[in-house]
């Protein structure tokens, strides 16, 4: 059973839920437009050993709109989370967006990160490069989508279907119903219906990761980190130089690459992520 609860900061507040007390605090941090609930798959292996405190990032899910949406903003969001609602040295699991906030918690409040668990982290793909990549057209038509007209999941759903997206790999654009099953398309649908459409715009214009280097917070990380690359023909966001050198600066770094799937490990490939994941928990 998880209890929904409300953190105030500053002039908003961030939802987040928290699950049974069954051991040391492990925070999730969810990906770009999406919600806490997109970490379900992971939930019931994770929480018979660990306090599960899965956060709603501002402008994303039951969290409060806010006026700004760069990797900065989010990541002094989860800094203040962890400092007031984590009594004892976390685990902090990211994908995506929270990969990278993940690397700027565990930067930040050394002593109140136990290891971080790095899904997949975009790093600087969706910064400044993001016109060569083919996020650049999915964002914009997430956006244009909740811009548009007042959300409604069944409609949204259908939309998000025949959504055209590019190849990584260059080759023939392909719609987005063919890359994913109809019930995450619905789940998509109900996280794009809680988004502010505000989120999107800073990532479309390659804005970003203003003010945000990964790499100087990857050299003050000193705890255990599981650094996991999804293959970059299927969708991952990760790119091979990105993560040599995150390999590189990170000291206590467990690399591992998941070929069989793209960006969503967690959902694509669950198995595999929960088996690297516990794995990587259980040596701590």
């Keep these: 059973m998880f209890t929904e609860r409300f953190f105030r900061r500053g002039d908003h507040q961030l939802a987040y839920a928290v699950g049974p007390d069954h051991g040391p605090p492990l925070v999730l941090l969810h990906g770009v437009a999406r919600r806490w609930q997109d970490f379900v798959p992971l939930v019931p292996a994770l929480a018979t050993r660990w306090k599960l405190l899965a956060v709603d990032h501002r402008g994303h899910g039951r969290s409060t709109r806010a006026e700004r949406y760069r990797v900065v903003d989010y990541a002094v969001d989860a800094v203040d989370f962890v400092r007031e609602n984590v009594s004892e040295p976390a685990v902090i699991f990211g994908h995506s967006l929270g990969a990278m906030v993940a690397l700027a918690v565990a930067a930040e409040l050394p002593l109140a990160v136990r290891a971080i668990v790095l899904e997949d982290p975009p790093l600087d793909t969706l910064g400044d490069q ?114 040599t050198m995150a390999s590189a600066l990170l000291s206590r770094v467990t690399h591992v690459r998941v070929a069989e799937t793209g960006h969503l490990l967690h959902w694509q490939a669950t198995e595999a992520t929960l088996r690297l994941t516990l794995a990587f928990l259980e040596s701590l």
């Design 130 to 243: 993001i016109a060569h990549t083919p996020y650049q057209a999915m964002f914009t038509a997430y956006y244009d989508l909740i811009k548009a007209s007042t959300p409604d999941v069944d409609i949204l759903a259908a939309a998000l279907a025949d959504v055209l997206l590019a190849s990584v790999a260059g080759g023939p654009k392909m719609k987005l119903g063919r890359l994913r099953d109809p019930a995450s398309l619905r789940f998509m649908a109900r996280c794009l219906v809680d988004l502010d459409p505000a989120v999107l715009p800073p990532l479309v214009a390659g804005q970003w990761l203003d003010g945000f280097s990964w790499q100087r917070l990857a050299e003050r990380v000193k705890c255990p980190v599981l650094l996991l690359q999804g293959n970059a023909a299927l969708g991952g966001m990760l790119s091979d130089t990105d993560a």
